[in-house]
């Protein structure tokens, strides 16, 4: 343990030591106006001569202001996306036993900071800096390669041209992909709870935000190989959340399934979560979230038709995949699940990241009804497999992640809101996008398997992934933390 | 059961078939931007020749800038006011029994899924559909009548008029009259706790924001015969508030009290709430999300000062009416209860809700002081009539609601932050303005209750009202859903 | 306390009778347009002659534009900053035990009740209004002074000169100001739990936010003497945070420690928080809300690149943080304690406040790795000292409001966003800069904490301060407030 704490702090150290300098790239070629002395004249401000303006002096108008009102709609919208780790940490929690809560609400705290020291490190530049098809190889450290923005377009110069069309500044930019870097992290945390160790998880999620994720996600928003085939994924289906439950997925295979919940005569001991407040808490948390997640990924308010309609189209997914997981949870399990109602927001959720901006209204319903029902079934069918996931990760975000992405290649109409994505399946595009989509889906699920699986092993390999037996029964919070999350109130630990 | 959950499951199929084709009415005659190539000029453009700029050029700019502004406000105010949906869940889950936590959350989760289909189904078009003074005609299904939003006053072009004179897209405007429809919803579950089958909840539920709630919000905002004769709500102290707080009140009439809570001896025995941590929590994300509710119901940021103004108001009063709360309480029950606090704090954010654009910061506080005093003995005069409000909903939201509304009548000074109201009572304008709010009281509450009551009458008889008198003592929780909220923690069942 | 009540009672009548009149001076010479009428032209509008605009047209234009989006800004972050109330009390209430939980509930409620009242009252006049070097002299009350906001600079007629700066309406600047004003009260709240009166703490915390806080402020924001010196400090780190720390000292010190923390024999007997659920979920609340606090403090989007720098070092800060303060936490306890990743957070955050806009990413970085170390072992300290803080309130903002303030002396490089600050003393600058932060943390904590001194200590002469060893044995719920946080729940009242 020493040791790992060890090589932690001087790798710390080192990225201090390499971020002083890297200050001095700040803001290339501009005087920023003085904060304290705003140069906006006031109602009463001494009149000017009447001097006619030019078409250039009213787009030099136009760009400031709308840079101003797009930075503040991407942090604002960050800021809410930040706000899913809240969520997450929640519906983790809740979902799980008393005995593990400090163990899970621990990881969900840190596992931002992890994703926010190695997304600056390594990952920023890996997925938005100029490169091959497969990676970033220009600006790879600490955000600190060249950049004019918000310059966009062909007035853009600098080495992460991909993001170029968004007009805000590049620590805009930089702060809402981190703050989706980060929950590609949150979601693998929920599949391995109750039986990992604390220290697996962080470098296991270093090394996802730092390497992996930037990577497919390079492929996809970093101008790489899947964009040139016209794959699309508006908000992250597949980046953010599919991706996260590969991950999970091949975690959860190493690790195994938690201590009694599969019988030797094969059937299922349910494992009940603690507390249904702090899962529908969570539950509705993610959901405000998403509205950060979804009409945030605009980057900008140059469209308000486009936001409205993606605020719309996020909203009603999640309301028929409520609707439609409650019914089938009530239909197969006799109750309403209330576990299932919130899951099924969630499956809805993910499912419309892909296409919001790129499907109707309309269409947006009967994809969130589909998505309700395919997390109910899939919750079932890994419990089949015993593939142990007590959150529910993978039927949400890996299911409906990859049902999302190829939702755009069945319900996409060209020019829904903005990009012309060509119509899709159902709408008389036939199979190009589709089989686009499915490439997508294939390559990043193909990769981000087959890595984290060797990256888990390594881990396992080295200090160990999972926890004593023994630690599992008496709870990874006294395991691990040494401490209770209820230590006013008795008699859980012996569950 | 099956019945209906059958019945549900065509009712959605067919909601989907109707919604696709919905969508080719989108944006009509408008060709969106591209979200992903916005036009946009960076700093660095290419020079454009020195050609002088007409008004024309000028006042397209402005347009162009204000509906991104404009949205961007509306859609992050329509998100707070979708939080409140937490706030809700917490304070009427927290205020109830543990037993049944799970049953509260769920109905809290649902409702708003419920009113999203139900307010685009049909809702939203019979609320702003051009029509009758007494409902719309014209637009009615999936808000997919003609429309050319942004346009605003005579440039509007589209059947819903009354709401042209913001300059948002049409689907901003639908998403924030939405989530001011599900808290009408929201409302009467805390009333008609503890006591009430779920899928009794859910079918009022679909009915109150399909049906009912829409008809008497046109007649305020829907341009109306209440809007005709000079009745002001500014942000829904009737429209919102007191219409849920009647449908709540004739919920429970039909529902009776829980078991227990009155004796045979004409005593109160009082049933505490489960966690007052929950309550807190629920009470100030409620607080966080009137800065929603209130400001954004500018819908629009032409107007900073009022904006501003609006959110010291709504501030003003709830902080006014902690303080009265508290003390009141103090005096009453000798000891300062918290649950009064934060019932205050809702209370005063009820009554302001009407008057916060039309009275001086000063007024505000005197009808925050005013409320906070209403909302406690409208509690204690409840349980003197024996009827049972587990959260004091009605006191907050009823007793308030009509409250803040005739606070216009008395407080308003002519042009506050932008409409002329004429003055009230107390600033020389004698009973006219009040008279019209006591109409849009007594009008909105006749119908409301009445419709309410037959609507429940109905649902009570084909399919029943209330659990069985068995499931009330064991809960909830495991009578409508077979699981509890806290299994790791023993020995609350008994209560 | 019948007598406490009359008076606060009748101070309250005394408000209100001089807040009516008050609302006659609001919006000096302004009519505003219509809130329900825009006059922003629609897309469609009829067609305008083409005349040539001149630079007046233009301006008068911007300025318009820049007013409604910058107000929109403030406001928005000013909600996040109000929500941080949230944080504070599950925070605190989490690291409580249950059977206080209630009464910190209740206090953290009603503290911004107070906050509003008395800052309003007369807490913005002393701090911003124009006067000596050492507080407001003019409009004093109300905010009731002229001002013709939102004119800016010399345009500025009014006297609330020192925050003319931004051009954001009078009652959004009050807004902004408040919400930080509550937040000095709240941080008092935690290291006063589980023994403070409930009275005595509503009567400090008015004098504290009506009177300390604002003359300390308006040393460094309203134009002081401190202001003067050069001293910066740019979002609170000694104007709200080292502030609310010392109070908190002074309180502590006459209060004593709780009953059974520290053993005759010198050793400490640790009391552990009732619920890390809620600790864990204040954290992340802080964090977001921390991201209004900060970037929220350039009081517009005039300069986008600024805000986004502040949004990063803000993260940045409280990232490294919580991975030092994990780290020494698990090399000095030997596991990874929660309670010290989440106060490494806030501290973190708490000490980027002030060097948020004038440092480099990377130095943010070293700033917050610093914080995260000396919270772990201030916390140690103040045990050693046996002052006993139930929450660790003053080792997060005391001890790195100091160091956050100084921070600026170190790490500042001149024109980082905006206002040139000349560079600190490890950017070639000297110790000029680091003089002036010094005389600004000594002379603000002398003040604060003598003045703190004594209002305690007139508040436990007149009135007590501390409950009886009885009542906080049986827990201050049921003495304070004759109730129980968890009802439902048994066994955790003999602790």
């Keep these: ?20 300098p890297a200050s001095a790239e700040e803001a290339p070629g501009q005087a920023p106006p003085a904060v304290s002395q705003p140069a906006v004249p006031g109602p009463a401000a001494a009149p000017a001569p ?11 108008l136009k760009s400031s202001l709308q840079v101003g009102i797009d930075t503040a709609w991407v942090l604002f919208t960050a800021f809410l996306v930040f ?4 969520g997450f940490a929640m519906v983790e929690s809740g979902l799980c036993r008393a005995k593990n809560t400090v163990n899970i609400l621990a990881k969900n705290f840190i596992v931002f900071a992890i994703a926010s020291v190695s997304f600056w490190f390594i990952g920023w ?30 007035a853009y110069k600098g080495v992460y041209a991909a993001i170029n069309w968004t007009g805000v500044p590049l620590w805009a930019k930089f702060f809402f992909q981190l703050v989706f870097a980060g929950t590609a992290a949150t979601i ?27 990577i497919t996600g390079h492929w996809i928003w970093g101008g790489g190989f899947l964009a040139s085939i016209g794959m699309f994924d508006f908000a992250g289906s597949t980046v953010v959340h599919s991706v996260g439950g590969w991950a999970a997925l091949a975690g959860v295979l190493l690790l195994g399934s938690r201590t009694g ?19 529908t808490l969570g539950g509705l948390v993610l959901w405000f979230g998403w509205f950060g997640f979804n009409p945030g990924s605009t980057m900008g308010v140059g469209d308000g038709s486009a936001i409205a309609h993606i605020a719309v189209t996020t909203n009603t997914a999640a309301a028929m995949a409520i609707l439609s997981s409650t019914l089938v949870s009530w239909l197969i399990q006799k109750k309403p699940d209330l576990s299932m109602i919130v899951n099924g927001a969630l499956a809805g959720l993910v499912a419309i990241t892909a296409p919001c901006a790129f499907v109707s209204v309309g269409s947006s319903a009967i994809i969130g009804l589909i998505a309700g029902v395919l997390v109910v079934l899939a919750v079932l069918m890994f419990d089949k497999l015993r593939i142990d996931d007590p959150v529910g990760a993978l039927s949400v975000h890996l299911v409906n992640g990859i049902f999302g ?29 589709l089989a686009a989509q ?25 200090m160990g992934l999972r926890v004593s037996t023994e630690e599992e029964i008496t709870g990874l919070d006294l395991g691990e933390h040494g401490t209770k999350a209820y230590p006013d109130f008795q008699g859980f630990l012996t569950k």
């Design 1 to 20: 343990m020493k040791r790992i704490i060890g090589m932690m702090m001087v790798a710390l150290c080192l990225f201090c030591a390499a971020a002083v």
């Design 50 to 60: 009447a001097v006619p303006v030019t078409q250039k002096t009213l787009d030099d």
């Design 83 to 86: 706000f899913m780790n809240l």
């Design 125 to 154: 530049g890996l997925m938005f800096g100029n490169g091959s098809p497969f990676m970033g190889l220009e600006g790879l450290f600490f955000a600190g390669g060249a950049d004019n923005s918000p310059a966009v377009g062909e």
């Design 188 to 214: 693998v945390s929920g599949a391995v709870a109750e039986r990992i160790k604390f220290h697996a998880f962080i470098i296991f999620s270093f090394i996802l935000v730092g390497i992996m994720y930037p």
């Design 261 to 279: 919940k599969y019988r030797a005569d094969g059937s299922v001991n349910p494992i009940f979560g603690h507390s249904m407040s702090l899962v």
């Design 405 to 433: 992405t190829l939702a755009v290649g069945l319900f996409a109409q060209d020019k829904i809101t903005g990009t012309a994505t060509g119509n899709g399946l159902l709408f008389g595009g036939g199979f190009k996008l």
């Design 438 to 462: 499915a490439a997508g889906v294939v390559s990043v699920g193909v990769f981000t398997f087959v890595v984290a699986l060797l990256v888990w092993y390594l881990v396992k390999a080295f």
